[in-house]
Antibody, heavy 123, light 110 residues
Framework: EVQVLESGGGLVQPGGSLRLSCAAS????????MSWVRQAPGKGLEWVSG????????YYTDSVKGRFIISRDNSKNTLYLQMNSLRGEDTAVYYC????????????????WGQGTKVTVSS | QSALTQPPSASGSPGQSVTISCTGT?????????VSWYQQHPGKAPKLMIY???KRPSGVPDRFSGSKSGNTASLTVSGLQAVDEADYYC??????????FGGGTKLTVL
């Protein structure tokens, strides 16, 4: 079964850091681009970041540039999101999502989603 | 980047058809054929229903269809069923390696 499973969420103070992980299974992880999408409480979806399959080219929405780092370890079938300098507005459920192509620019869609991991930024 | 505009709510009776709009600009919806639609039931992860404007992933019923005219994309659900009651989100590539989502539409099956 094709699936992704997020972990690493939790409560963190403003200015703090957190690293999210996403374990993939059931598909050849290295040949697909991946993304993180978040959803603030009671709000809509927001694309956060993406990374291509093999080469690992990264993309970010403006509000997280310079603070978040997306990476992947194809040997471990795992996607990461390192979140630094966290703000209250980063509070959300963070979803890991698979792109149906090695290149994000060839699809810009997400066909497999995890159940999400909750991140709360509060003092 | 501004979010795409969706109506907050839509409704229809079982068996009827309903269309949800997603309005953007020539810099996103109107400029690229990378419009997708997602269904999200309460407390659940989103599910891809339509990609590249009108393509359906395997397993998605053909009651769901997508289209685009100018800067507005649309999702039509035909033969409404109770299971279709959910939130629906559109998304579009917006250039400069950026993706934007709509604010979401709550679909109610009366």
């Amino acid at each position: 079964e094709v699936q992704v499973l997020e972990s690493g969420g939790g409560l963190v103070q403003p200015g703090g850091s957190l690293r999210l992980s996403c374990a993939a299974s059931g598909f050849t992880f290295s040949t697909y681009a991946m993304s993180w999408v978040r959803q603030a409480p009671g709000k809509g979806l927001e694309w956060v970041s993406g990374i291509t399959g093999g080469v690992g080219i990264t993309y970010y929405t403006d509000s997280v540039k310079g603070r978040f780092i997306i990476s992947r370890d194809n040997s471990k079938n795992t996607l990461y999101l390192q979140m630094n300098s966290l703000r209250g507005e980063d509070t959300a459920v963070y979803y890991c999502a698979k792109v149906p192509s090695e290149w994000l620019s060839y699809a810009w869609a997400f066909d497999i989603w995890g159940q999400g991991t909750k991140v709360t930024v509060s003092s | 980047q501004s979010a795409l505009t969706q109506p907050p709510s839509a409704s229809g009776s079982p068996g009827q058809s309903v269309t949800i709009s997603c309005t953007g600009t020539s810099s996103d919806v109107g400029g690229y054929n990378y419009v997708s639609w997602y269904q999200q039931h309460p407390g659940k992860a989103p599910k891809l229903m339509i990609y590249e404007v009108s393509k359906r992933p395997s397993g998605v019923p053909d009651r769901f269809s997508g289209s685009k005219s100018g800067n507005t994309a649309s999702l039509t659900v035909s033969g409404l069923q109770a299971v279709d009651e959910a939130d629906y989100y559109c998304s579009s590539y917006a250039g400069s390696d950026n993706l934007v989502f709509g604010g979401g539409t709550k679909l109610t099956v009366l």
